[in-house]
């Protein structure tokens, strides 16, 4: 394998996408520290990548076109790293490849470079909980070398671990559709592979081709030989079986029983944290876990931020936090969960379309929630257009601070406060995670 210090020195990069979350700093860092000579373009603005760039300040190899992108910039160079959410048919991609540029991704460009064992998790829902279950236990119990976590991670690239990473190690890496384009284009899989579930989802990025999106989560399976291992849930397995041809398969295959785990303890809620936790069993049993050791994991693992996470209990009324709900199927699955069928949940929801269809959902809010208060954008103007008879009394709302007001005022003791958007965040917020942030912050207030 080829050694990247060696392999980045004096390489024409172009890196498209810097971003504010802070992968896109870590990869420019990584390549710049290497002696890439790296050209950053990215459709924000100088102003609005301030923060970002101010990190970067001290590299002097890095050149940056901000506030857009220009063609003549893709006609030559020895590779191209693009972010997440690129259009598929962008032309700047397409004259990359009518260049014979290399189009490569953060976390399959690491992949190629190392030699530790990859522990790759993807799905609609319920890949970050798997994730997150999966690095704690291993972290904890893994005694062969170090274990590192990487992929779709706040603030966490995955190609500067190359620095750390050791042979054997392992690393877990949450992996959206997205970042999956990157395996696709490298013809890799990870060694074992969770798929947890397939929804509908970022249907305004496939332009409502499901096909498509199977296809790049299916990437995380299409590569993997008979010494590889992929795990699956009972639903993911129906729509891999509609969509892909199940016997060309190579790795060994096994599709997780939830009445296998009802016996282990754990602080997660709902029905489908049930699939979760088996999903991640599994991969514990393959990695020589022993029974003790997997029970204590599962019982001591505390949910994630922002995935029906109870934040606050105050003057009888209970926050959960569910800002990553970002589709129908997963405000649905949060409805059911708290449902006690007293009808006391005030739910803070909507927001941006993502081309989904919102029919299944406002019958579940018909049935479980007392009152609605919805942010303004696409996806709220397709729910109002469609409402049941029966809908709750809501309200629209242009900020957090409103939202919490407004629940609040429709709250009385013993009633759930729950933010579960079922859409996506952007035009009142910058995105998922600022949208959690300041619903912790208000609530708190």
Not at 43 to 61: D, I, V, Y
Not at 160 to 181: A, R, T
Not at 302 to 319: A, D, S
Not at 324 to 330: F, G, K, Q, R, V
Request: glycine share 6%; hydrophobic share 40%.
């Amino acid at each position: 394998m080829e050694n990247y210090k060696e392999y980045f020195k004096n390489k024409r990069i172009i890196m498209m996408g810097l971003g504010l979350l802070g992968r896109g700093i870590g990869v420019a860092k990584f390549l710049a520290k290497h002696g890439a000579n790296l050209l950053i373009t990215d459709l924000k603005t100088e102003q609005q990548l301030a923060s970002s760039l101010k990190q970067l300040k001290k590299f002097k190899n890095i050149k940056y076109i901000l506030g857009q992108h220009r063609l003549e910039d893709f006609y030559q160079a020895d590779m191209l790293i693009k972010v997440a959410n690129v259009p598929l048919d962008s032309i700047y991609l397409a004259e990359a490849r009518k260049n014979n540029i290399p189009i490569e991704m953060d976390a399959s460009l690491f992949a190629k470079f190392t030699n530790a064992k990859i522990i790759g998790i993807t799905g609609t829902r319920g890949k970050s909980t798997v994730t997150q279950m999966i690095y704690g236990g291993l972290k904890k119990y893994y005694k062969k070398g170090n274990v590192f976590l990487g992929g779709n991670v706040r603030g966490l690239a995955t190609l500067p671990l190359l620095e750390k990473v050791k042979d054997n190690d392992i690393i877990v890496l949450e992996l959206d559709s997205w970042q999956l384009q990157g395996f696709g284009e490298a013809k890799i899989s990870p060694h074992i592979a969770v798929f947890t579930t397939f929804m509908n989802d970022h249907m305004n990025y496939y332009k409502n081709d499901m096909q498509k999106y199977f296809d790049d989560k299916a990437e995380i399976f299409k590569h993997q030989t008979e010494n590889d291992f992929l795990i699956i849930g009972e639903q993911a397995l129906l729509e891999i079986k509609k969509r892909f041809s199940y016997n060309k398969i190579k790795s060994k295959t096994t599709v997780v029983n939830e009445d296998k785990i009802r016996n282990l303890k754990t602080k997660l809620i709902g029905e489908h944290n049930k699939t979760n936790i088996a999903l991640a069993v599994e991969v514990f049993k393959i990695m020589k876990l022993n029974q003790k050791q997997i029970k204590q994991t599962i019982a001591t693992y505390p949910g994630e931020p922002g995935r029906l996470q109870m934040i606050l209990k105050k003057n009888g009324i209970t926050y959960y936090n569910d800002s990553n709900a970002t589709t129908p199927d997963a405000c649905i699955a949060a409805l059911n969960s708290l449902d006690k069928n007293e009808k006391n949940i005030i739910l803070i929801c909507g927001g941006a379309d993502k081309e989904l269809k919102f029919n299944d959902m406002l019958r579940v809010i018909a049935r479980t929630v007392k009152n609605v208060v919805l942010f303004k954008g696409t996806a709220t103007d397709k729910i109002l257009s469609v409402l049941p008879k029966n809908f709750p009394q809501h309200v629209v709302v242009d900020s957090m601070a409103k939202a919490i007001q407004e629940a609040r005022n429709f709250a009385k003791r013993g009633d759930i406060i729950l933010l579960s958007p079922g859409a996506a965040s952007f035009g009142v917020f910058k995105n998922e995670y600022d949208r959690s942030d300041q619903f912790v912050k208000y609530a708190k207030k």
